[in-house]
Each structure stands twice: as structure tokens, then as C-alpha cells.
């Protein structure tokens, strides 16, 4: 493509971007998606036009991963080749498969083969957990990839144009037990998705109705006696941290601000965890409805949702849902004939896990390089723009509309769960299992009780609970009663998170799995702080030399330092979260990992 066109294809997105929140991200993203690039010239045009810096604009540009900073300048087209390097796709054979690929191709992650046909690259996790291993070839998402089904993919000359079994078929799978029954994924894959009359007729916008007769005459006790029923409801936020929704939605109620923000946290990366695709891919009404209804109730009249990158079948069916309520009069500035004003935009990310840490996803959208914040003050008192923030994940919204839609559905949330985990949660089971999916179930069920519904394979060994930085357990009686709630995974010294639960079988390598999680904390540190951006480095570098049985004792010893040091002085959970996997590999697999 010649300059002049270039700088017209360049100048035609920076206008497109003009007045939205999120504009680098907007910018970066079409260029990249036209050109194929980042031109050296679109930095200047883009700094020029949002007054930021050429610094500033070139940082964000090199802080994500998915910008390419130069043309492809390869002689001949080659099949690119990203492989899912996630613990589930791990669990269900991602290392035979990855050794296939590196051997019959003659390559390694981010290079070229020796003919020049194909480039080896990975991400850490499609989300498509439950039909791991996952590749994708040239653009295009496979699930279920054997060494065999490989071969017969990058043997065909168009990928687009490969028959069974290797053409993607997303799997997804909610499983629901008498007498529970789901509360969120109830119709999930039997309603049009964008069909706002089959939301409706299914029991949908009735929270949002019920909210907008409540408060329209303007008093603010209105508002205050939903944000106290959800507050009663016990409902804790479900992207991992588990803080109770309503006190969140109350401090930015009662903070006084011209102007308050929404944020849909779906920057869902956590290895095993797949929920909220599968929610926004089936039901995103449900969970535009949750932020509808936080915005009304907080004063914010401004929402975005955050969508991970790798999302790019959810990203279409966002912008179709949100047109249809716009033109429905569920967004914009008259909601449904109240007064009332709400509009969401939706913000794509570019290839970064730290970004679902809450500040550093807004960091992001103005404009910044991806990194922490430090805290306090909290988002809901100084978030987007410094401004009071409601931010919470895709199931915290769905749940939050759920719950508010009438009496009965508050008790009926309040009667599941435990005492300080309260309702149900679609937990996501992958790896090691015959019948891998979503199964949303109450907050308490045992893990013995979930793996015999996802049919554990007789030789599973060990979990890990929470994502990448959960703990690993053995299935040892002990671990096999735990009830799967906060606190109870939290006095095991684990996590539950986000609900993702990857299960290992008899011949899983630890030594593999340790060193491709040092790898991840490595390349997924956002490198503000120092115990994060210096400790994940040294860790890896000093289980290597433990694993060639180099002053084995004495290297451990400073392992444990340093896994202290991350886990009381890293600026966000990240960092702090490090020790967890590490310490549980070394507690409960030590053996393994050192006599390999």
C-alpha cells in the first residue's frame, strides 16, 4: 500500500475514534486490523490527535502484545500458527500435541520454520477451556486439536475451508441439577441472543422496569432501597476477589460527582474459566440489563464493557446488542420514556491478563500503558477519569438483574450457598474429565460432588481452583470434601476466583507445569513494581538451577523469600498471588518436580 494511503487509512480511523473512551485502544486496533502494522508515522498522527505525547502513544503501543510494530516483510504467505499454552489445554494434552507441532515443522515460539511456511506463536488462553487443546491457524479457532487433526489442518491449503472433525464447533455445556436450578444460564443457547422480544419474553428487562418505576420521581431513598436489596442479597462479585456488589454500588451512589462511570469487566483470562463468554455469547441482554440498572441507581451515565482480544466471536455479538437496545430505547437518552440517560461503548483490549486487574484495565482506558494502580483510593471513590466507578464482571451484572427482577428471586438467592457465600456459581470444569462444562451449582457443593458430574478420569490426580494464580491440590480425601466456597477454598490456602477448576491426570509433568507458569507470571507482569517485575525473573531463573540440582537448599531457601517479598509488597493481587501456585507445586508435588 502506498504512504499516501496508509496515512488516508490512518486519518479515516482517528476520526472514527474521535469522542469515544478508549480511543488508543480503537485507533491501534483498526490500524492494526487494515495494515496488518503499526506504522513508525501513525504514532505522530496519533498523539497529535488525543494531545498525548509521542512517548505516551509509543509506551501503550509496546506495553500489548498484539500490535505488530513492523510489515510483514516475509517473501512468501506462511500459515501462522498460535498455540494455547493454558493449564487446561495442558491437562488435556497440549504438550504432546506442542512437541508434534515443533518437530514435524522444524520450529519454536516466535520463529519461522526453516522454509519459511509457517510462524509459532502462543496466548495463555483462548477460553475455550472445555474443548481444549485449542489452536488457531491462520485466524482461525480449532478446539479438541490432536496430533492427527493438526496435520490434517496444515495440510489444507485454506483453513476456512476444512471439513470435520478439525472445524471449530464451540463447545458449551451448562449442566443443571434437581431440585437447583440455574438462575443465570437458565436459557442460555435457546434464545436469539439479539433478539430483545425473546429476552422480554423470557422474564428480561423486568429488574430494569421494576428499578425505573421505583426511582422516577427522583427521590433518592428509591435508589437506596434496591442498592439495600441487593446489599441484603449477600451477592459478591464474581470476576475472583469476591466483594459484596452492594457496597460497591452503594459508595458510588452516595459519592457526590458530575460524573460516574460503569465498567463491565469482561477481560476474562483466566486459564479454565469461560463463563463469561459463554454468557455474552447467549445472553448478553442480561448482563447489559445489570449495568443499565447500575447506572441508574448509582448517577452514572456512561458505561463500557472491556472485552478481551481474543474474543472476537463475543465482539460482534456485543455490537449487535447494543445497536438493537438503542434503537429499542433501552440505551441512550431517554431510557424506556424515564428521563433517565445510559449508554455503554464497547473497549476491546490488545493482549494483556494484567488488564483485568480493575485499575489497570482503567489505566488502559485513558489512554495509558496497562499498569496498577495503587490503591487506596478505590475505584468506587476515584476510578475512570479519577471519577467514582462501579466496576464489576460480566457475572456480577447478570446476577445483580437476577436478583432485583422480584422478591422471590432474592430469597430463592439468599436460600443457596453458605453463610457468607450466598447464591450459586457456574463453575467451569476442564482438563482431565470426560464431561467438561459450565455447571452452575450453590456455593458449598463438594469438589468430590463436582468432579463426579464432570466424570473426573479415574487416574485425576490433582486440581488447581481460581485460574494461574490458584492453588494446585492433590485429590486426597481431604481435598475431595472441600466445599467449594470463598472461605472455604480461602482456609485451604487457595482461591477460588472466577470459578475455573482444570483437572489433572496420572501423567501430568509438574516440572512442565511449574516452569509454564513462571513463564506466564514472566510475560504477564505489567512491571511497575519491582517484587513483581524483578521477582518473577529470578524465581525462574533459580527453580532452574534447583532443577539441575545447583545448591538445591540454599536456592529454595531464596525462593521463599522472594515469594514472601512478592506476596506482602506487590502493588496488586498479581504479584501477591505468585506464591500461591508456587508454594502449593512445592507442598504437595515437590517429589516429583525435583526427582524428574
Excluded at 75 to 89: N, Q, T
Excluded at 145 to 169: C, H, Q, R, Y
Excluded at 307 to 328: F, N, P, W
Excluded at 574 to 594: C, D, N, Q, W
Aim: net charge negative.
Amino acid at each position: 500500500m502506498e504512504d499516501k494511503n496508509i496515512n488516508l487509512t490512518i486519518s479515516s480511523i482517528i476520526k472514527e475514534a474521535d469522542g469515544r473512551q478508549g480511543a488508543l485502544f480503537y485507533i491501534l486496533n483498526g490500524i492494526n486490523e487494515k495494515l496488518g502494522y503499526i506504522p513508525d508515522d501513525a504514532i505522530l498522527l496519533i498523539s497529535e490527535s488525543l494531545n498525548i505525547s509521542k512517548a505516551e502513544a509509543y509506551g501503550f503501543l509496546s506495553f500489548f502484545k498484539n500490535y505488530n510494530k513492523e510489515s510483514d516483510t516475509a517473501a512468501d504467505p506462511y500459515r501462522k500458527i498460535v498455540v494455547c499454552r493454558s493449564e487446561s489445554c495442558e491437562a488435556a494434552g497440549s504438550k504432546r500435541l506442542l512437541e508434534h507441532i515443533k518437530t514435524s515443522l522444524n520450529i519454536d515460539f516466535g520463529k519461522f520454520s526453516p522454509d519459511g511456511k509457517y510462524f509459532l506463536d502462543y496466548v495463555y488462553c483462548f477460553g475455550h477451556c472445555a474443548a481444549s487443546p485449542a489452536v488457531e491457524v491462520d485466524g482461525i479457532l480449532y478446539e479438541k486439536v490432536t496430533s492427527e487433526t493438526f496435520d490434517e489442518i496444515i495440510k489444507a491449503p485454506e483453513s476456512n475451508k476444512l471439513g470435520s472433525p478439525a472445524e471449530v464447533k464451540s463447545v458449551f455445556l451448562v449442566k443443571n441439577f434437581d431440585p437447583v436450578k440455574s438462575l443465570i444460564f437458565d436459557l442460555t443457547g435457546s434464545l436469539n441472543p439479539l433478539s430483545v422480544s425473546d429476552y422480554v419474553n423470557s422474564g428480561g428487562f423486568a429488574a430494569l422496569k421494576k428499578v425505573i418505576e421505583g426511582v422516577k420521581s427522583g427521590d433518592e431513598s428509591g435508589k437506596q432501597f434496591f442498592i439495600d436489596e441487593l446489599k441484603r442479597s449477600k451477592l459478591r462479585g464474581r470476576g475472583g476477589a469476591g466483594f459484596p456488589a452492594g457496597i460497591k454500588w452503594e459508595t458510588v451512589f452516595k459519592e457526590k460527582s458530575d460524573i460516574k462511570y460503569i465498567i463491565c469487566n469482561a477481560d476474562e483470562g483466566d486459564s479454565g474459566a469461560y463463563a463469561d463468554r459463554i454468557i455474552l455469547e447467549n445472553r448478553p441482554l442480561s448482563v447489559i440489563e445489570g449495568m443499565i440498572i447500575a447506572g441508574l441507581l448509582t448517577g452514572a451515565e456512561y458505561g463500557c464493557i472491556y472485552l478481551r482480544a481474543e474474543y472476537k466471536a463475543v465482539k460482534s455479538i456485543i455490537e449487535g446488542a447494543l445497536e438493537v437496545l438503542k434503537d429499542g430505547g433501552y440505551l441512550g437518552g431517554d431510557i424506556l420514556g424515564s428521563g433517565f440517560k445510559f449508554d455503554i461503548d464497547l473497549i476491546i483490549g490488545a493482549g494483556s491478563y494484567l488488564c483485568g486487574e480493575e485499575t489497570a484495565l482503567m489505566e488502559s482506558v485513558e489512554n495509558k500503558r496497562g499498569t496498577v494502580r495503587q490503591r487506596p483510593p478505590v475505584p468506587a471513590v476515584k476510578g475512570l477519569y479519577g471519577k467514582p466507578t462501579v466496576i464489576n464482571n460480566v457475572l456480577t451484572f447478570a446476577y445483580a438483574a437476577y436478583i432485583l427482577k422480584d422478591e422471590s428471586n432474592l430469597e430463592n438467592f439468599l436460600s443457596l450457598g453458605t453463610e457468607n457465600s450466598k447464591g450459586t456459581l457456574p463453575f467451569q470444569v476442564s482438563g482431565a474429565v470426560k464431561n467438561p462444562g459450565i455447571f452452575e451449582l450453590p456455593f458449598g457443593v463438594t469438589l468430590k460432588e463436582l468432579l463426579s458430574f464432570a466424570e473426573a478420569q479415574s487416574n485425576a490426580k490433582a486440581v488447581q481452583i481460581g485460574g494461574p494464580l490458584g492453588a494446585y491440590f492433590p485429590l486426597s480425601e481431604e481435598f475431595l470434601s472441600l466445599n467449594l466456597s470463598y472461605e472455604s477454598v480461602l482456609e485451604k490456602g487457595g482461591l477460588l476466583g472466577h470459578g475455573g477448576i482444570v483437572v489433572f491426570g496420572e501423567e501430568t509433568d509438574f516440572k512442565y507445569r511449574l516452569l509454564n507458569a513462571l513463564d506466564f507470571f514472566i510475560d504477564e507482569s505489567c512491571g511497575k513494581c519491582a517484587p513483581c517485575r524483578i521477582g518473577t525473573v529470578r524465581l525462574k531463573e533459580l527453580f532452574e538451577r534447583v532443577l539441575k540440582k545447583q545448591n538445591v537448599e540454599e536456592n529454595l531457601k531464596i525462593i521463599d523469600e522472594i515469594l514472601k517479598s512478592m506476596k506482602y509488597l506487590s502493588l496488586c493481587a498479581f504479584g501477591a498471588g505468585v506464591h500461591m501456585p508456587v508454594r502449593s507445586l512445592l507442598t504437595y508435588f515437590k517429589s516429583e518436580i525435583l526427582e524428574k
